[in-house]
């Protein structure tokens, strides 16, 4: 796999950077529409997946290349190898949120909580109504002992959707159920 990070090298440094995302604005507010309008989790679980779909699909077939490489190694437990596939694709999409988030998560996993951070703090300037990217800012934000943070974070997750799991986080943190 660190074949197609080396064989994009060239092609990257050409192009320098991927075509910018396609506008899905109007497709993600009918999704976010529907699920804070949801009846129960598992009808914001088929939503939320659907949400996931759009985020999961990169610019280009390059960089779904580097989104695949990372992710496969991180479930693979190489840490190193997904961090520098999602790099490459940062490096190469650096406006498509996902890379972000994605980089975010393998140094969660990996327990450095402030590259996280900083990872999620950029995927969230991209996407500012991320689920996935809210709800990992606000467990970064646990483990760096950052509790008003994240509720902060958690309870804006919950304005989108008002049945995630996460939302257990809450009692933890204020004392108080939602």
Do not use: K
Not at 19 to 25: F, I, L, S, V, Y
Not at 39 to 57: D, F, H, K, V, Y
């Amino acid at each position: 796999m660190a074949l197609v990070v080396i064989a994009l090298l060239p092609a990257m440094a050409w192009a320098q950077t991927c075509a910018p995302p396609p506008d899905r604005t109007g497709e993600t507010a009918a999704l976010y529409a529907q699920l804070g309008a949801s009846r129960g989790p598992e009808e914001a679980s088929l939503l939320s997946a659907l949400l996931w779909r759009i985020w999961l699909a990169a610019p280009d077939d390059a960089a779904q290349d580097l989104l695949d490489e990372g992710m496969t190694a991180r479930v693979a437990g190489d840490y190193a190898a997904s961090v520098a596939a999602l790099s490459a694709l940062i490096l190469y999409c650096p406006d498509y949120a996902e890379g972000w988030n994605q980089r975010a998560f393998t140094a969660f996993l990996a327990g450095d909580f402030a590259s996280a951070e900083e990872d999620l703090d950029r995927a969230l300037t991209l996407e500012p109504r991320h689920l996935g990217a809210l709800t990992g800012r606000a467990m970064t934000h646990i483990r760096l002992g950052n509790d008003s943070a994240a509720e902060r974070d958690l309870r804006a997750a919950l304005r989108l959707n008002p049945w995630l799991a996460e939302r257990a986080l809450l009692e933890g943190l204020d004392g108080t159920d939602i």
